[in-house]
C-alpha cells in the first residue's frame, strides 16, 4: 500500500512539474514576442490597386425571346365543308391571297330566297308610299312596309357577309406553317387550319432590373446572338412597358429585328447586350477583390496600414472587372488578392499593382 502511495504521489508531482513549466515557457515566449514587437502583430502581405476614374461603356447582358412580328392561327369563321385549298404548307403568301374555300352552296340559296322578298318588299314600300301621299292609308301602315322592307335588307347583307367568310384570305403577307385539314374536311370556328407568320421582322421582348429604367429610350439600339450562330444581329427598340413588373421589379421592353435573309426563328431564345449611357468617371475594381456577404458585397481598402472593410453597390462586369456605383471614390487603395484571409482592421502590407 506504501508503494502505491508513493507511485501517485510521484505521479501527481510530475504533473505538477510539467504544468508549471508549460507556464513558464508560454510566458518567456510572450515576453520574447512584446520585446521582438511590442505587441502588435504581423503584417499580412497583400496586393492592391489605387482606383482611377475611366471611361466605361456600360452594358447589360440580359435574356430575351425572339417573336414573330405577326402571326395568327388560320380559321374558317363559318362552318361546313372545305372546298378547296389554295396553298402549299411552308411557302410564302401575300396580303389578299385566297387560303382555302368553304363550301357556300347553302348560303347562295339563302341568299337568293332572301333577295326575292328583298325585292317584294321593296316594291310593297313603294307602293304605300305612293298611297300614304294620296292619303289612302296611315302613316303607321306606310312604316310597317317601310320595316319589311328595310328588314330584308338587312338580311341579304348579312349572308352576303356570310358569304364572304367562305372565302379565306391571307390578311398579311409572310409564310404558312403546317396544314392540318385535307380538302372534304368539315371545319368550324374551332378548328386549326395553319399558322400564318411574318418573319420579315421579328421582335425581341426582354426585361431590365428597374434601376435601369430611367436610361431607356425608344429607337435605342441594342445587338443580340442566337444559339448556334456567332453572328451579332442589331435591333432596335421601339415599345417600353409603362409600369414595372411588381413581383420582379423589372421594366419589360420590346425591340424590332430585320430577318430578310431569313437567319432568326421564331421561339429562339437571345442573348442581349444593351448598351447603357457611356460613363466617363467609372470605378472598376478586379472581379477577385469582392467578396460576397449576407446582405450584399463589401471590398477591403487600406487606411493607415490597415485592411477596412466597405459594403459596395455593383452595376455591370466585364471579363476581369466590375463595376463599383456606391461605397468607394478616386483615390482609394483596393486589396486584391489575399482577402479572404482578412479582417476589419487587420495590419496590411500592400503591393501595389501597375
Do not use: C, H, W
Request: aromatic content about 6%; charged content about 25%.
Amino acid at each position: 500500500m506504501k508503494i502505491k502511495y508513493i507511485v501517485y504521489t510521484l505521479l501527481i508531482l510530475g504533473i505538477g512539474a510539467f504544468v508549471a513549466y508549460r507556464i513558464s515557457e508560454n510566458k518567456s515566449e510572450k515576453a520574447k514576442n512584446e520585446n521582438n514587437g511590442g505587441g502588435k502583430k504581423q503584417p499580412i502581405n497583400v496586393s492592391g490597386k489605387v482606383l482611377k476614374p475611366q471611361e466605361f461603356a456600360d452594358n447589360l447582358s440580359l435574356s430575351g425571346s425572339l417573336e414573330a412580328n405577326e402571326q395568327i392561327d388560320i380559321r374558317s369563321e363559318v362552318s361546313g365543308i372545305v372546298e378547296s385549298i389554295n396553298f402549299k404548307e411552308g411557302s410564302s403568301v401575300t396580303k389578299g391571297q385566297i387560303l382555302f374555300k368553304v363550301n357556300d352552296m347553302e348560303l347562295r340559296a339563302q341568299l337568293a330566297q332572301v333577295k326575292t322578298a328583298q325585292n317584294l318588299s321593296s316594291e310593297n314600300e313603294r307602293r304605300a308610299k305612293l298611297l300614304l301621299q294620296k292619303e289612302a292609308i296611315s302613316q303607321e301602315e306606310y312604316d310597317i312596309a317601310s320595316a319589311d322592307f328595310l328588314s330584308a335588307k338587312a338580311q341579304a347583307q348579312l349572308i352576303q357577309a356570310q358569304l364572304a367568310k367562305a372565302t379565306v384570305r391571307a390578311p398579311f403577307s409572310g409564310k404558312i406553317g403546317l396544314r392540318y385539314i385535307s380538302q372534304g374536311t368539315y371545319v368550324t370556328p374551332t378548328t386549326l387550319i395553319a399558322k400564318l407568320v411574318n418573319t420579315n421582322q421579328l421582335k425581341i421582348t426582354f426585361s431590365i432590373p428597374e434601376k435601369y429604367a430611367s436610361q431607356m429610350k425608344v429607337n435605342n439600339t441594342l445587338s443580340f446572338t442566337v444559339a448556334g450562330s456567332k453572328e451579332v444581329f442589331t435591333a432596335k427598340i421601339y415599345a417600353i412597358e409603362p409600369e414595372i413588373e411588381v413581383a420582379t421589379r423589372t421594366l419589360k421592353l420590346r425591340a424590332i429585328a430585320q430577318n430578310y435573309e431569313g437567319k432568326l426563328l421564331p421561339g429562339t431564345f437571345a442573348n442581349v447586350t444593351l448598351p447603357l449611357e457611356k460613363r466617363t468617371d467609372a470605378l472598376l475594381v478586379p472581379t477577385e477583390a469582392l467578396i460576397p456577404i449576407q446582405n450584399g458585397k463589401k471590398i477591403f481598402v487600406v487606411e493607415n496600414g490597415q485592411a477596412k472593410e466597405i459594403i459596395v453597390e455593383t452595376g455591370a462586369r466585364t471579363d476581369k472587372d466590375i463595376l463599383i456605383t456606391s461605397g468607394l471614390k478616386a483615390g482609394d487603395t483596393v486589396l486584391t488578392s489575399g482577402v479572404m484571409t482578412l479582417k476589419d482592421g487587420s495590419p496590411v502590407k500592400v503591393k501595389l499593382q501597375k
